[in-house]
């Protein structure tokens, strides 16, 4: 089992649609969330972290964390076709300082 | 100028040569990683260093040696490259005293024929 997984895609959704993108993690010492954005060719750019169970939002977007159920989710609202990239969801272990990534989901809106 | 700057960006070499791939930071950060990407595999961790004496292995450190000659460099070498090694490298930094956060440089593209 991988350390942390996604579904690889590609998630289609309609321009101004809710898009959600799920992730979940094997490490229960598993202390902080994040989710980077990548485009085609370019480096990661983070969009949001989490450290507590439950809902955090920024502007469109909405972390998700249920630490009991292991799992992690990106909700973006009203998609738009400038959100069509590659979603990374990553887990740090503990205090290792360690990110490890999933495969990435790619988005086509 | 880039905060994390990776040099070369793109590479073609041959299989059994050398080859180092150099990332420097002006961020003032104490740590830095080596990913390595693959299409549908997402970034996985070669190695990382927390300080200039502290050197770990990650994931796939098969193959792979680095240096950490200074806080702001870290350098990541190919003793003897092999087909297999053909990927995208990304070089990032992170702050102990951060959100955790790891900030990317642009990316090195190589490939080994």
């Known amino acids: 089992q991988k350390e942390v997984e996604q579904n690889s895609g590609p998630l289609s959704v309609p321009e101004g649609a809710i898009a959600s993108l799920n992730c979940t993690y094997s490490?229960?010492?598993?202390?902080?969330f994040f989710w980077y954005r990548q485009y085609s060719g370019k480096s990661p750019e983070l969009i949001m972290f989490?450290?507590?169970?439950g809902d955090k939002e920024d502007g469109r977007f909405t972390a998700q964390l249920n630490k009991a159920s292991q799992y992690v989710s990106l909700l973006i609202r009203d998609s738009q076709p400038s959100d069509s990239a590659t979603y990374l969801c990553?887990?740090?272990?503990?205090?290792?300082?360690?990110?490890?990534f999933g495969q990435g989901t790619t988005l086509q809106v | 100028d880039a905060d994390v700057t990776q040099t070369p960006r793109n590479r073609i070499t041959k299989t059994g040569k050398r080859i180092m791939l150099e990332c420097s930071q002006t961020?003032?950060?104490?740590?830095m990683y080596w990913y390595r990407q693959d299409p549908g595999l997402g970034l996985r961790l070669i190695y990382y260093?927390?300080?200039?004496?502290?050197?770990n292995k990650g994931e796939i450190s098969d193959g792979y040696s680095v240096s950490r000659q200074a806080q702001a460099k870290f350098s990541l070498s190919l003793e003897s490259a092999i087909p297999n090694q053909t990927a995208l490298y990304f070089c990032?930094?992170?702050?102990?005293?951060?959100?955790?956060?790891?900030?990317f440089g642009e990316g090195s593209r190589l490939t080994v024929l």
């Open positions: 990553a887990v740090r272990a503990g205090n290792t300082g360690k990110l490890i």
């Open positions: 260093s927390f300080d200039v004496k502290d050197i």
């Open positions: 490490d229960r010492g598993s202390q902080s």
């Open positions: 990032a930094t992170g702050s102990q005293l951060g959100t955790g956060e790891l900030f």
């Open positions: 989490i450290y507590s169970n």
């Open positions: 961020k003032g950060h104490d740590r």
